[in-house]
């Protein structure tokens, strides 16, 4: 065997004769506190540091036979609903539950027996075993029990009758477990006296499973199984199914492949099966599996074999989990199908009513939604006008016993391109914009768009997903359909339609013309809208109906001649023009007919008793009717109106004639025969119109009314009596001469009182005139208008009558509903008016009852204005960009701060360059991206008593960039670079700042993108200044223009005047010679000149002496002397503009 040097040292064990004992040891991760435990949670540590495994529970008081150990609640694992189906005393049992999802059916099998139970929805079924039978014991031999026995609450590795062996490996007499870094470990043995069968008359085979679980993963995994009296046949990890699934819910299987399984014998000849694994993943489980034969020789006296038997007082609870299926989600355009495959369970088949059926209700607005019964596929019909967004919708199982279950499905709808309604005239190009989603988002980029099928072939789908339409003049008006192919970048394809109505561009209307009977008029060619001319070429023709008094000439005018038969009034008729294209339309004409003959006779007016003449009737141009035009009375013409033959009317209504207006009709014969009926309208007026003055009087005063008179003055007849009417008051006495004296109380409620009086006329004829009468409250107070800030105090006088009067003495004083508690009414009527900082500004109304001495009462309301005392103002800020500046807290305008406590915020639209602090103060830091200019935004003030006001802060932001170009020169046919231009401090231009040509800058200047400008000017370039601009733009979008000067000079040409020696190479030129011959030497005194004194400013006689300094010396002062001038005047001439 294998040396077991790397083993934990060996123990002794004594062990007996005739069992089978089983060893555990487990080797976790060292160093780690010891976390394995076994309930009791009281389990004990041995002296070296190993945690010994505890016993939970006896079974039965007085029985040490324990058939199980599982976790203890506190170690995390997993622990089964039901413990009492363990076996109990020597009984083994086994449950299979085989659950058949696809069928009608669910199934319990044990131990070769089964039993099927319908399928419903919860899938739990109740006292499911009761029809099982106890099986028969195939073997029965002598035996003795080779379970592991406990002793003071743990387990022993053989009998505890035998102390005479040791075990080598192992704890004398115990089971260990070493202490390690992970978490729980839970050890469950199915019993070392499961017999499953018989492998010879003389050996029996034995079957033992070791269940392992943990919570925490475990490295460095080690067990060791003792194998007494056994014929090694195997030992391995396997899986016992739904055993272990039930033993510790929720926990997975660890994969087998993970363990080793070696054999070792000690020297006493002892087997061991050590199982190990480097790690043991967290929250699964395992099981070990030996198997081994034991000869019959062995067994003791008084043991008994017994094979496996079906319990069923154990079990009482089926768990069938019912088929469920399950709909993906998925996504679909509006007006397409869509199918939805089941990815769940299959529906089960069968009949009614075992069947199992699945309905679904569609969401408002949609279709049936279909389920295949065999195959489960959904199938739903998206409305066309379906909204984008997730429609969950319930599909309810009915399953055969009538139970339900719900499994709810999602269709995503997705938006739907959609193109804008289109309007184009026939000979018009326009395009239709790309569609959009539903939502007004754009379609995503790589969309690709196609024309559909059928579309008209005057309509191109472009590859942006535009449209472009040009229909001609020969397509019919009306609304056409374009579809479109929209292809997203996933592949998706959608058919989107564009609607499109084309219209005629011409829309002709002729102008209704008027024409009077026996006259001509011509009316104009229609003509558009817009007053355009129909396209030439257009033909014109009478449609159905026109009149034959009116022709229609070829050029569209119309020549309208009605005769004195035609009807006056409106004739509507139809022109049809027909357009070069060859399409036509018909334009509705209309012509008004006037009868120039339009009698009206003036209205009349008469006093009854009375007699007058209405003149004979004329048209409104005041020109008579025809000669021989004839008058008669029409139908109910009154008696006392007579129509003259010279149409005049003769009116003497009586004094039985009803006042008011009269209207009757008069028949006009024209000499044509042709007539008409006049209206004629006469008002006849009561000769007497009486009216009472109206009275004004104050309570308990009395006045006078003068009786009534007419209109116009006049007295009413002599003999006219008078009398008081229905609610007359009882304060107004009616005269005999038909005066009235009124003298209301002071219980006459003030205001206007209207009352009748009665007139009774000579002739026994009587009108009620109505009177009024105005009663006044001498007393009207009112309150003078009080104004006080916040905080401070004021006395409102005591209220007086408009006249200035004061109320009578004895007027009381008291506060109204709502008047505010900053108001003290006091008893002479004055009103002391204090609010507190917390009373809102504003006009605050309330009232005052006034009580007079004589009981009566009023309100008078009274206005307050209560104003804030503070109005805050910030200064105006200036600042360049990219600098900082603090404005200060705003002050009142009388320089007064506001009150302490006052908050600041910024408003709505502050920019994020400004910073409103605690304290009121503003920090503006506006980078170069700010635009220069004046920025106005608000500061929320908000004051202690809560209320607020927005400030208004205006901060100008400046470009502190002033840039300036060197003046350049240069010589025609040659180039120079002007360098970038600089502020005037020197310092260079925003990085990302560009430079472009201005207007008219030359063909021979590159304005580059450094800034540096390169000036090439050709030969042809005219000698002289050349100014032109370079437009400046800065990274915050601001530009300016600045001016730049160049001096293009001839060749040979360096730019001196007159009077400079050196202008070229001429021996005859003052100061020149021959370019050959030498100078002197310097220090030489040469032959043609005297010695110089260097400090000596006399250069001698300039005609023949040769000059110290060289022409070039001077032309090169002359230069810059001309360059200092040069950038001097530049300076000075320059000039710049911003944009």
Same mark, same amino acid.
């Given at each position: 065997?294998?040396?077991?040097?790397?083993?934990?040292?060996?123990?002794?064990?004594?062990?007996?004769?005739?069992?089978?004992?089983?060893?555990?040891?487990?080797?976790?991760?060292?160093?780690?506190?010891?976390?394995?435990?076994?309930?009791?949670?009281?389990?004990?540590?041995?002296?070296?540091?190993?945690?010994?495994?505890?016993?939970?529970?006896?079974?039965?008081?007085?029985?040490?036979?324990?058939?199980?150990?599982?976790?203890?609640?506190?170690?995390?694992?997993?622990?089964?609903?039901?413990?009492?189906?363990?076996?109990?005393?020597?009984?083994?049992?086994?449950?299979?539950?085989?659950?058949?999802?696809?069928?009608?059916?669910?199934?319990?099998?044990?131990?070769?027996?089964?039993?099927?139970?319908?399928?419903?929805?919860?899938?739990?079924?109740?006292?499911?075993?009761?029809?099982?039978?106890?099986?028969?014991?195939?073997?029965?031999?002598?035996?003795?029990?080779?379970?592991?026995?406990?002793?003071?609450?743990?387990?022993?590795?053989?009998?505890?009758?035998?102390?005479?062996?040791?075990?080598?490996?192992?704890?004398?007499?115990?089971?260990?477990?070493?202490?390690?870094?992970?978490?729980?470990?839970?050890?469950?043995?199915?019993?070392?006296?499961?017999?499953?069968?018989?492998?010879?008359?003389?050996?029996?085979?034995?079957?033992?499973?070791?269940?392992?679980?943990?919570?925490?993963?475990?490295?460095?995994?080690?067990?060791?199984?003792?194998?007494?009296?056994?014929?090694?046949?195997?030992?391995?990890?396997?899986?016992?199914?739904?055993?272990?699934?039930?033993?510790?819910?929720?926990?997975?299987?660890?994969?087998?492949?993970?363990?080793?399984?070696?054999?070792?014998?000690?020297?006493?000849?002892?087997?061991?099966?050590?199982?190990?694994?480097?790690?043991?993943?967290?929250?699964?489980?395992?099981?070990?599996?030996?198997?081994?034969?034991?000869?019959?020789?062995?067994?003791?006296?008084?043991?008994?074999?017994?094979?496996?038997?079906?319990?069923?007082?154990?079990?009482?609870?089926?768990?069938?989990?019912?088929?469920?299926?399950?709909?993906?989600?998925? +996504?679909?355009?509006? @007006?397409?199908?869509? $199918? !939805? *495959?089941? &990815?769940?369970?299959?529906? /089960?088949?069968? #009949?009614?009513? %075992?069947?199992?059926?699945?309905?679904?209700?569609?969401?408002?607005?949609?279709?049936?939604?279909?389920?295949?019964?065999?195959?489960?596929?959904?199938?739903?019909?998206?409305?066309?006008?379906?909204?984008?967004?997730?429609?969950?919708?319930?599909?309810?199982? +009915?399953?055969?016993? @009538?139970?339900?279950? $719900? !499994? *709810?499905? &999602?269709?995503?709808?997705? /938006?739907?391109? #959609?193109?804008? %309604?289109?309007?184009?005239?026939?000979?018009?190009?326009?395009?239709?914009?790309?569609?959009?989603?539903?939502?007004?988002?754009?379609?995503?980029?790589?969309?690709?768009?196609?024309?559909?099928?059928?579309?008209?072939?005057?309509?191109?789908?472009?590859?942006?997903?535009?449209?472009?339409?040009?229909?001609?003049?020969?397509?019919?008006?009306?609304?056409?359909?374009?579809?479109?192919?929209?292809?997203?970048?996933?592949?998706?394809?959608?058919?989107?339609?564009?609607?499109?109505?084309?219209?005629?561009?011409?829309?002709?209307?002729?102008?209704?013309?008027?024409?009077?009977?026996?006259?001509?008029?011509?009316?104009?060619?229609?003509?558009?809208?817009?007053?355009?001319?129909?396209?030439?070429?257009?033909?014109?023709?009478?449609?159905?109906?026109?009149?034959?008094?009116?022709?229609?000439?070829?050029?569209?005018?119309?020549?309208?001649?009605?005769?004195?038969?035609?009807?006056?009034?409106?004739?509507?008729?139809?022109?049809?023009?027909?357009?070069?294209?060859?399409?036509?339309?018909?334009?509705?004409?209309?012509?008004?007919?006037?009868?120039?003959?339009?009698?009206?006779?003036?209205?009349?007016?008469?006093?009854?008793?009375?007699?007058?003449?209405?003149?004979?009737?004329?048209?409104?141009?005041?020109?008579?009717?025809?000669?021989?035009?004839?008058?008669?009375?029409?139908?109910?013409?009154?008696?006392?109106?007579?129509?003259?033959?010279?149409?005049?009317?003769?009116?003497?209504?009586?004094?039985?004639?009803?006042?008011?207006?009269?209207?009757?009709?008069?028949?006009?014969?024209?000499?044509?025969?042709?007539?008409?009926?006049?209206?004629?309208?006469?008002?006849?007026?009561?000769?007497?119109?009486?009216?009472?003055?109206?009275?004004?009087?104050?309570?308990?005063?009395?006045?006078?009314?003068?009786?009534?008179?007419?209109?116009?003055?006049?007295?009413?007849?002599?003999?006219?009596?008078?009398?008081?009417?229905?609610?007359?008051?009882?304060?107004?006495?009616?005269?005999?001469?038909?005066?009235?004296?009124?003298?209301?109380?002071?219980?006459?409620?003030?205001?206007?009182?209207?009352?009748?009086?009665?007139?009774?006329?000579?002739?026994?004829?009587?009108?009620?005139?109505?009177?009024?009468?105005?009663?006044?409250?001498?007393?009207?107070?009112?309150?003078?208008?009080?104004?006080?800030?916040?905080?401070?105090?004021?006395?409102?006088?005591?209220?007086?009558?408009?006249?200035?009067?004061?109320?009578?003495?004895?007027?009381?004083?008291?506060?109204?509903?709502?008047?505010?508690?900053?108001?003290?009414?006091?008893?002479?009527?004055?009103?002391?008016?204090?609010?507190?900082?917390?009373?809102?500004?504003?006009?605050?109304?309330?009232?005052?009852?006034?009580?007079?001495?004589?009981?009566?009462?009023?309100?008078?309301?009274?206005?307050?204005?209560?104003?804030?005392?503070?109005?805050?103002?910030?200064?105006?800020?200036?600042?360049?960009?990219?600098?900082?500046?603090?404005?200060?807290?705003?002050?009142?305008?009388?320089?007064?701060?506001?009150?302490?406590?006052?908050?600041?915020?910024?408003?709505?639209?502050?920019?994020?360059?400004?910073?409103?602090?605690?304290?009121?103060?503003?920090?503006?830091?506006?980078?170069?991206?700010?635009?220069?200019?004046?920025?106005?935004?608000?500061?929320?003030?908000?004051?202690?008593?809560?209320?607020?006001?927005?400030?208004?802060?205006?901060?100008?932001?400046?470009?502190?960039?002033?840039?300036?170009?060197?003046?350049?020169?240069?010589?025609?046919?040659?180039?120079?670079?002007?360098?970038?231009?600089?502020?005037?401090?020197?310092?260079?231009?925003?990085?990302?700042?560009?430079?472009?040509?201005?207007?008219?800058?030359?063909?021979?200047?590159?304005?580059?993108?450094?800034?540096?400008?390169?000036?090439?000017?050709?030969?042809?370039?005219?000698?002289?200044?050349?100014?032109?601009?370079?437009?400046?733009?800065?990274?915050?979008?601001?530009?300016?223009?600045?001016?730049?000067?160049?001096?293009?000079?001839?060749?040979?040409?360096?730019?001196?005047?007159?009077?400079?020696?050196?202008?070229?190479?001429?021996?005859?030129?003052?100061?020149?010679?021959?370019?050959?011959?030498?100078?002197?030497?310097?220090?030489?005194?040469?032959?043609?000149?005297?010695?110089?004194?260097?400090?000596?400013?006399?250069?001698?006689?300039?005609?023949?002496?040769?000059?110290?300094?060289?022409?070039?010396?001077?032309?090169?002062?002359?230069?810059?002397?001309?360059?200092?001038?040069?950038?001097?005047?530049?300076?000075?001439?320059?000039?710049?503009?911003?944009?």
């Amino acid at each position: 065997m294998s040396s077991m040097s790397n083993r934990r040292p060996r123990r002794s064990l004594r062990r007996g004769a005739a069992g089978i004992s089983l060893a555990l040891a487990v080797a976790l991760a060292p160093g780690a506190v010891p976390t394995i435990l076994m309930a009791p949670a009281s389990a004990a540590v041995s002296a070296d540091g190993q945690t010994q495994i505890g016993v939970p529970e006896y079974r039965a008081a007085g029985n040490d036979m324990v058939d199980k150990l599982y976790a203890d609640a506190d170690a995390g694992v997993p622990r089964p609903g039901n413990m009492d189906i363990w076996p109990t005393d020597d009984i083994n049992q086994s449950l299979n539950i085989q659950t058949q999802s696809n069928q009608q059916s669910c199934a319990v099998t044990m131990m070769g027996q089964s039993q099927g139970f319908p399928m419903r929805a919860d899938g739990v079924y109740a006292d499911v075993d009761r029809n099982f039978a106890q099986t028969t014991p195939r073997v029965t031999r002598n035996f003795y029990d080779q379970r592991p026995h406990f002793d003071n609450g743990y387990m022993l590795t053989r009998p505890a009758t035998d102390a005479d062996s040791e075990d080598s490996l192992t704890t004398s007499g115990r089971v260990q477990v070493t202490s390690a870094d992970a978490g729980y470990l839970t050890l469950a043995m199915d019993g070392w006296g499961n017999k499953i069968g018989v492998s010879s008359p003389n050996n029996i085979m034995q079957h033992s499973r070791l269940r392992l679980a943990t919570k925490e993963p475990i490295e460095n995994f080690r067990l060791v199984l003792r194998m007494d009296k056994h014929a090694k046949v195997d030992t391995r990890i396997t899986t016992m199914g739904n055993w272990n699934g039930w033993w510790a819910p929720g926990y997975t299987q660890a994969p087998s492949s993970n363990f080793t399984i070696t054999y070792e014998t000690d020297a006493d000849g002892l087997t061991y099966a050590v199982i190990e694994a480097d790690e043991v993943p967290a929250e699964s489980w395992a099981t070990v599996t030996f198997r081994g034969e034991v000869l019959a020789d062995d067994f003791a006296e008084g043991g008994q074999l017994y094979s496996w038997s079906a319990a069923t007082a154990d079990f009482s609870t089926l768990q069938c989990e019912a088929p469920l299926p399950q709909w993906d989600k998925q +996504t679909v355009r509006p @007006g397409d199908s869509v $199918t !939805v *495959e089941n &990815t769940g369970d299959a529906i /089960p088949q069968g #009949t009614q009513p %075992d069947a199992t059926t699945a309905v679904a209700t569609p969401p408002e607005g949609w279709g049936e939604i279909a389920i295949d019964a065999e195959t489960g596929v959904l199938t739903a019909e998206v409305p066309g006008d379906a909204a984008p967004g997730d429609y969950t919708f319930p599909v309810e199982m +009915t399953y055969g016993d @009538g139970t339900t279950k $719900t !499994v *709810e499905v &999602t269709i995503t709808v997705l /938006p739907m391109p #959609t193109y804008e %309604d289109t309007t184009v005239q026939q000979g018009e190009e326009k395009t239709v914009p790309v569609p959009v989603d539903q939502s007004g988002e754009p379609l995503p980029e790589g969309t690709e768009f196609a024309p559909g099928e059928g579309g008209p072939d005057w309509a191109t789908v472009n590859e942006d997903g535009t449209i472009t339409v040009n229909p001609g003049y020969d397509v019919p008006e009306g609304e056409y359909t374009v579809p479109v192919v929209v292809t997203r970048p996933d592949g998706s394809t959608e058919n989107v339609e564009a609607k499109v109505t084309v219209e005629n561009p011409n829309d002709p209307a002729y102008e209704t013309e008027t024409v009077d009977q026996g006259e001509t008029v011509t009316v104009p060619a229609p003509t558009n809208p817009d007053g355009s001319s129909l396209p030439e070429g257009s033909e014109f023709a009478p449609g159905d109906d026109v009149p034959d008094w009116v022709t229609v000439n070829e050029d569209g005018t119309l020549t309208v001649s009605p005769g004195t038969e035609v009807t006056p009034g409106g004739h509507t008729f139809p022109v049809v023009v027909t357009y070069p294209d060859g399409s036509e339309e018909t334009i509705q004409v209309t012509v008004v007919v006037n009868n120039p003959n339009d009698p009206a006779y003036e209205t009349g007016i008469v006093d009854q008793g009375e007699t007058i003449t209405i003149p004979t009737p004329e048209n409104p141009d005041g020109s008579a009717l025809p000669e021989g035009t004839e008058f008669a009375p029409g139908e109910d013409v009154p008696d006392w109106v007579t129509v003259n033959e010279d149409g005049t009317l003769t009116v003497s209504p009586g004094a039985n004639v009803t006042p008011g207006g009269h209207t009757f009709p008069v028949v006009v014969t024209y000499p044509d025969g042709t007539s008409e009926t006049i209206d004629v309208t006469v008002v006849v007026n009561n000769p007497n119109d009486p009216a009472f003055e109206t009275g004004i009087v104050d309570q308990g005063e009395t006045i006078t009314i003068p009786a009534p008179s007419n209109p116009d003055g006049s007295a009413l007849p002599e003999g006219s009596e008078f009398a008081p009417g229905d609610d007359t008051p009882d304060w107004v006495t009616v005269n005999e001469d038909g005066t009235l004296t009124v003298s209301p109380g002071a219980d006459v409620t003030p205001g206007g009182h209207t009352f009748p009086i009665v007139v009774t006329y000579p002739d026994g004829s009587e009108e009620t005139i109505q009177v009024t009468v105005v009663v006044n409250n001498p007393n009207d107070p009112a309150y003078e208008t009080g104004i006080v800030d916040q905080g401070e105090t004021i006395t409102i006088p005591t209220p007086t009558n408009p006249d200035g009067s004061a109320l009578p003495g004895g007027s009381e004083y008291a506060p109204g509903d709502d008047t505010p508690d900053w108001v003290t009414v006091n008893e002479d009527g004055t009103l002391t008016v204090s609010p507190g900082a917390d009373v809102t500004p504003g006009g605050h109304t309330f009232p005052v009852v006034v009580t007079y001495p004589d009981g009566t009462s009023e309100t008078i309301q009274v206005t307050v204005v209560v104003n804030n005392p503070n109005t805050p103002i910030y200064e105006d800020g200036e600042v360049d960009q990219g600098e900082t500046i603090t404005i200060p807290t705003p002050e009142n305008p009388d320089g007064s701060p506001l009150p302490e406590g006052t908050e600041f915020a910024p408003g709505d639209d502050t920019p994020d360059w400004v910073t409103v602090n605690e304290d009121g103060t503003i920090t503006v830091s506006p980078d170069e991206s700010v635009t220069p200019g004046d920025h106005t935004f608000p500061v929320v003030v908000t004051y202690p008593d809560g209320s607020e006001e927005t400030v208004d802060v205006t901060v100008t932001v400046n470009n502190p960039n002033d840039p300036v170009y060197e003046n350049g020169e240069v010589e025609q046919g040659e180039t120079i670079t002007i360098p970038t231009p600089e502020n005037p401090d020197g310092s260079p231009l925003p990085e990302g700042t560009e430079f472009a040509p201005g207007d008219d800058t030359p063909d021979w200047v590159t304005v580059n993108e450094d800034g540096t400008l390169t000036v090439s000017p050709g030969t042809d370039v005219e000698p002289g200044e050349h100014t032109f601009p370079v437009v400046v733009t800065y990274p915050d979008g601001s530009s300016e223009t600045i001016e730049v000067t160049v001096t293009v000079t001839e060749p040979g040409d360096n730019g001196t005047g007159p009077g400079d020696d050196d202008n070229g190479s001429d021996d005859s030129n003052p100061g020149d010679g021959p370019s050959d011959e030498p100078g002197p030497k310097p220090g030489d005194d040469g032959d043609e000149a005297p010695n110089q004194d260097p400090g000596d400013r006399d250069q001698g006689d300039r005609d023949d002496s040769p000059l110290p300094r060289t022409g070039v010396d001077v032309a090169a002062t002359i230069a810059a002397a001309v360059l200092l001038l040069g950038l001097g005047a530049g300076l000075i001439l320059r000039a710049r503009r911003r944009s």
